[in-house]
């Protein structure tokens, strides 16, 4: 998997904090201090105040997911995609993504590859009696790598954050997860210190399927 910040809002703070400051002032303020910023974004996102983070948008290329998690990403509707189209794109050299549970056994290991390689051949073969790529992708299994841009405002990213980090979310969508923020967290403090799921702040929404293994608070 490999994550890049494409492209984001200029100064994400600044934007959010000028953005707030319009709903107190009776000219919309063109300056603010950093310090006066994250003081006030800090404030206004503990009052539940969140539609000011909406004003800074983050642009990521994220590049050999599978398709499983590419599936329970694009679940996330304030977000916008453009993912690699299996219509347009020919399969037969695609990469599909191992998981761990599986590398981790070298038995197991033989029977995915071997799943893999019939399963480009099958593909091959449907693409060769002139089926259309469109439809020989029916038979490509879900752990097929896929490549996607996408896009969010900081609200809707930490949204994602807090579901996706969680111990009980799925390995690789967590790591996904996990890339992004590091790629965001240093342009906007004030805005992603407190990124994770709800056990950051201390309360478990998972009730009795709890990890029990709060996620670890970054130092701030
Ligand atoms: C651990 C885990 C397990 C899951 N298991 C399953 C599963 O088995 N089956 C399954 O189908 N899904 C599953 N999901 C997906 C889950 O139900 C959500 O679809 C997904 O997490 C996106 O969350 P969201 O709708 O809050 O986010 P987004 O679409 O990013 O929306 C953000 C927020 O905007 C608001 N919003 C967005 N659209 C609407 C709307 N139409 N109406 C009202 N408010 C809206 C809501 O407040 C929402 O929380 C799972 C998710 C997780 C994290």
Known sequence: MKVT????TPDPEITIA???RTC?????????????AQHLIRQLTERGHESVLEHASFTFSIEGISRVTSHQLVRHRLAS?????????SMEEANFIMPPSVAGSSEAQE????????????YQELVKLGIPQEDARYMMAQGVATNLVLSANARELLHIFSLRLCNRAQWEIRELALQMLELVKDLAPSVFE?????CVEGNCREGENSCGKPWKRREK
């Open 5 to 8: 910040l494409l492209n984001y």
């Open 18 to 20: 000028l953005a707030a």
């Open 24 to 36: 107190y002032s009776s000219k919309i303020p063109l300056t603010i201090s950093r310090e006066r």
């Open 81 to 89: 995609y453009s993912q690699q189209s299996q219509r347009y794109v």
């Open 111 to 122: 029977v995915f590859l071997k799943a893999i390689e019939e399963n480009k051949k099958v």
């Open 194 to 198: 407190w990124a994770g799921p709800p």
